[in-house]
């Protein structure tokens, strides 16, 4: 017989099953062989070994610059002499092109600003556009355009334009310290109007309008605007083919947030004028609202396609529901909004509207669809010129069919958010209030039905205009939880809540994340409040709700969750789902409602047993469908967490089958096909220890304690929550003594757990565990040791910082 | 137009043409880089860069079709694709690392500033990067297929089924082989320390 490899004998080992059985089996095959013995045994133990670097992305800090970076640095550039120009020091840099202050010595003496494209990324179409595009750029003439006094190509055929050094700061900013009022920033941004304006009749596009390209300056203490880089980015070569528009996407533009949809589309259309209607609407909105109309977090954080279908596709949130501290049209403002994580709760407190007026003009101005913007950047001034005069706008809200497309519009934009509830919620009530108007008009009293209608119909859009909202701030709401920004998250959370607190789900969003930091009251008064919204309640996200209003002593709430949860309002109630009948564990009303919950759960664990060998069984290797933890089944052999597969089920996948809300029938009465369960995932000795507190509470303690032998001997998650369970069923047994050692092992694994989940907020263990935890302990102190526990001051100290962060 | 250079490379890799497969390399790794400088120009000082996602993003760049009806994952070069772009970041990142090391004991020409966590926290990557770097040319000289996994794996963050899917195995297979490297790999660094 051959000597087998190393790494057959290494992958064999792995599947033992314990330990013994590992080394019976090292010592079958290598025998004598002390070689290979040794060999496997390193393996073996680099195998446990923590911290594999293998188990990480391989970087996460930045690349080292002289790398990436253009062969050629700015330090090169200082001292040079381009034309007439010595550069003289760096003011700013893109992907694409450097800025330098340049002195010029004849026929003028005075610093310019030279703008000159980095060596290497010249080609001879973009000499070819630069030639073309000077001429026109140098037809320019106007007090708010930054003059171009020169162009020219150096040796090494890189073109550069000199202009007009402007020592100022972007409009918004100095809005923001100068404390401006709404009028005088109408009044500069109509400036930046007429310079747009100006520049387009000379057919030239700017193409990049944003707040650094739009200085101002102060002249004799009047602020004056200055657009610089007029038409310098299609001179330069930018926006060539959709192919190098691509890879130079992010080095032209810098930031998205700007981009109209068809720059973000790159179809290959044309830019042209209305690209800049579009950058002057989201100029505007920043100016009014210290924010844009996209988040900036989120789009950096999207993907290409993500960012580009969110310009594209998404409606931002209107100004006027925005947090603003501009407080009149004269008054000027004191501080800027612009931190609004933490200036939300103010900047609430004196929160003034937006007149709609405004909304308008930023709306028509950001529209989609570039034929419905201005049809020119004059036509906008003179719509902010009748708004400060108080005429009426030529912006108009955009007719009925119209904006029955941008309901659909709006709907699609929801399902694409995976919010269906909401979806289905707006469809349903616009559907029947629709038709209710239709009912009543039919009746053919005129005047009533009309009215009615009009007042149904604005109630529909004004319901679907604020819900829209409210599912932004929710998108936005969860990026910031997921990057675990939690102050940003809730007050995100808190505004949707202000905003449309008959929906249900803004409650249970930010419940879920409130219980995620430990702070239970606060949860379940948002679990309470969406309850009473009639919110469906048997959804994953309400996992954790019964255990809250337990643990805070909200009996009636308990007791009503519970009732619903075993007596649905239905004929034929489907079997409970696996985490309703851990809510109603907790304390069930009486024993027959115990043993049906016993019952229910022993029917789960039989169907989900599956054939000998199964998912645990022994010879199969690692979990079947469970790669994302793959990496994580070397040497991490310790209790697992007890939510299925490690998945924080508190929170919504996208894609998660709708929560059946009041436009759905809910689950079909009579059991309709069954869904891919999610009790499917459950690990079997979860099963085992939800189980064992079922027969506990039935009253059968040695059923209870099969049970728990089961889930604490299971090679899968164990867990560290059997122990006051069996503290529990030994007393009831009169194993007086080993309950009591129980109850020492039940005090540790507390403690481990909330050690655990103070170290770790942001622990992928669903918090409902460690809930669950703590109930158990309790009872099982009070009936096997008599006394009462106290909650664990680490706790209450999490719950206060927790407070604090989050300003409650 | 490199995103059609690297189509038609790839189809005549397809096509049997082995020497077309050393004119992917140079393309992909160029692409790489310049999107992650393209990346390094927008972030701030100190953001973090995902090769990963790089890699992905430079793969619907270059590869997958923008047509709707062109699924990527149908795309038969793509196993060719991933193989290029997981060498090219991998000698990227390493060839980074050797650079900030350098400069870090003071052989830079250029005077980089660091805070004082920067240095701390890039030097064991970079450490750990270089000696897994080592380990996995080592690797490569006793199985250069059980190499070429790990790299797929590592540098361009394909999953378990991806990777089976490119190089033509079954995902069993797969991990069993990633498992056995990663020990492997392991117990080299551990050596070299």
């Known amino acids: 017989m051959s000597r087998p490899s190393p790494r057959t004998v290494f992958l064999e080992a792995l599947d033992q099953e314990t330990a013994d059985q590992r080394d019976a089996y090292l010592a079958s095959v290598c025998g004598e062989d002390a070689e290979l013995r040794a060999s496997v045994e390193s393996l073996l133990a680099a195998h446990e070994r923590p911290a594999n670097p293998l188990d990480q992305s391989p970087l996460t800090s930045p690349l080292d610059p002289t790398l990436v970076a253009d062969l050629v640095g700015p330090s090169e550039h200082i001292g040079m002499t381009i034309g007439a120009y010595r550069l003289m020091e760096q003011i700013g840099e893109g992907g694409f092109g450097l800025v330098f202050v340049a002195q010029q010595d004849k026929p003028v003496r005075r610093k310019v600003a030279l703008k000159i494209i980095k060596p290497g990324t010249g080609s001879q179409e973009v000499l070819a556009r630069f030639d073309a595009e000077r001429q026109a750029v140098a037809m320019m003439d106007h007090p708010n355009i930054a003059r171009v006094f020169d162009a020219g190509v150096t040796k090494d055929a890189r073109p550069y334009f000199v202009m007009e050094l402007v020592r100022g700061e972007p409009i918004t900013d100095f809005c923001d310290r100068h404390g401006l009022s709404l009028r005088d920033r109408l009044q500069l941004f109509q400036d930046v109007c007429a310079a747009t304006h100006h520049a387009h009749q000379k057919g030239v596009v700017h193409r990049d309008l944003k707040p650094s390209n739009v200085m101002v300056t102060l002249h004799d203490d009047k602020p004056v605007v200055k657009v610089i880089d007029f038409g310098v980015a299609k001179a330069m070569g930018q926006n060539l083919t959709d192919a190098t528009i691509y890879t130079r996407f992010y080095s032209m533009i810098g930031t998205p947030l700007y981009m109209s949809p068809e720059q973000a589309a790159m179809s290959g259309l044309d830019v042209d004028t209305r690209s800049d209607i579009y950058s002057l609407g989201v100029l505007l909105y920043e100016l009014l609202t210290g924010t844009t109309p996209f988040d900036r977090k989120r789009l950096d954080s999207a993907g290409y396609d993500e960012m580009r279908r969110i310009i594209r596709e998404e409606d931002p949130p209107k100004p006027s529901t925005r947090l603003t501290t501009i407080q009149s049209l004269n008054s000027p403002t004191v501080a800027e909004p612009r931190d609004d994580s933490t200036q939300a709760a103010e900047a609430r407190a004196r929160r003034e509207s937006i007149p709609s007026d405004l909304d308008w003009i930023v709306m028509k101005a950001m529209e989609k669809d570039r034929n419905r913007r201005y049809e020119s950047a004059a036509a906008m001034s003179a719509d902010v010129r009748r708004f400060l005069s108080e005429e009426p706008i030529e912006a108009r809200p955009p007719s009925r069919g119209y904006r029955l497309r941008k309901f659909a519009a709006r709907n699609r934009a929801a399902l694409l958010t995976g919010s269906l509830v909401a979806a289905a919620l707006v469809v349903g009530t616009a559907v029947s209030l629709y038709q209710a108007s239709v009912a009543i008009a039919e009746r053919n009293e005129k005047e009533i039905a009309l009215r009615d209608a009009i007042s149904a119909r604005q109630e529909v859009e004004s319901f679907a205009e604020r819900l829209k909202t409210a599912n932004v701030l929710l998108g936005n709401a969860r990026s910031y ?91 034929n109630p489907p079997p409970l789902n696996f985490h309703s009948i851990r809510a109603c564990l907790i304390s069930p009303a009486d024993v027959p409602d115990a043993r049906r919950l016993a019952a229910e759960i022993e029917s789960m664990l039989a169907r989900s047993a599956g054939p000998p060998g199964g998912p645990w069984g022994p010879g199969s290797w690692g979990r079947p469908n469970r790669d994302r933890d793959f990496r994580r089944d070397g040497p991490d052999r310790g209790p697992r967490p007890l939510g299925p597969n490690g998945f924080d089920f508190n929170r919504p996948e996208p894609g998660d089958p709708p929560s059946a809300g009041p436009g759905f029938s809910g689950p079909e009465p009579g059991g309709g096909p069954r869904r891919p369960s999610f009790e499917d995932r459950v690990p079997q000795s979860v099963m085992q220890y939800v189980a064992a507190w079922a027969s506990l509470r039935a009253g059968e303690e040695q059923k209870a304690l099969e049970h728990l032998d089961a889930a604490s001997n299971s090679r899968g998650p164990s867990g560290d929550m059997v122990h006051s369970l069996r503290a529990i069923a030994l007393h009831r047994t009169g194993e007086t003594e080993q309950a009591t050692a129980e109850m020492r092992q039940a005090d540790n694994a507390l403690d481990k757990a909330i050690s655990e989940a103070i170290e770790s907020p942001d622990q992928r263990r669903p918090w409902i565990d460690l809930l669950e935890m703590i109930i158990l302990h309790r009872e099982a102190t009070r009936e096997v040791l008599g006394t009462d526990a106290e909650l664990d001051p680490r706790l209450v100290a999490v719950q206060q910082s927790a407070r604090d962060l989050l300003r409650l | 137009m490199v995103k059609s250079e690297v189509s038609q490379i790839l189809h005549q890799i397809e096509n049997g043409d082995q020497h077309a497969a050393s004119q992917l390399l140079p393309l992909v790794y160029e692409e790489l880089r310049r999107l992650a400088s393209n990346k390094m120009a927008q972030e701030k000082q100190g953001h973090t860069l995902q090769p990963t996602a790089l890699v992905h993003e430079a793969f619907v760049r270059l590869v997958s079709g923008e047509a709707d009806g062109d699924d990527p994952h149908k795309w038969d070069g793509r196993g060719h694709f991933f193989a290029a772009a997981a060498e090219s970041m991998r000698r990227i990142l390493v060839e980074s690392a050797r650079r900030r090391n350098a400069q870090k004991r003071g052989g830079g020409m250029q005077r980089c500033e660091f805070t004082e966590n920067d240095a701390i926290l890039d030097h064991q990557d970079d450490a750990t990067l270089l000696s897994l770097d080592d380990a996995l040319t080592k690797l490569a000289a006793e199985d250069a297929e059980l190499a070429k996994l790990v790299q797929l794996r590592y540098f361009t963050g394909l999953t378990i089924e991806e990777t089976a899917d490119v190089l033509g195995v079954s995902a069993r297979t797969v991990k069993r082989h990633w498992t056995y490297a990663r020990a492997w790999l392991r117990r080299a660094m551990d050596a070299e320390e």
Do not use: K
């Not at chain 1, 809540?497 to 239970?520: E, F, K, M, T």
């Open chain 1, 481 to 571: 939880e997921d990057s675990q920004q939690y102050a940003a998250a809730d007050s995100a959370y808190s505004e949707a809540v202000d905003l449309v607190p008959n929906y249900y789900l803004v409650w249970v969003q930010r419940a879920a994340l409130r219980g995620r930091l430990h702070l239970w009251d606060e949860a379940a008064d948002d679990f309470a409040a969406a309850m009473r919204l009639e919110a469906p309640i048997d959804s994953r996200q309400w996992e954790g709700a019964a255990a809250i209003f337990h643990l805070t002593d909200r009996t009636n709430d308990y007791r009503a969750i519970y009732s619903r949860l075993m007596e649905p309002p239905t004929e």
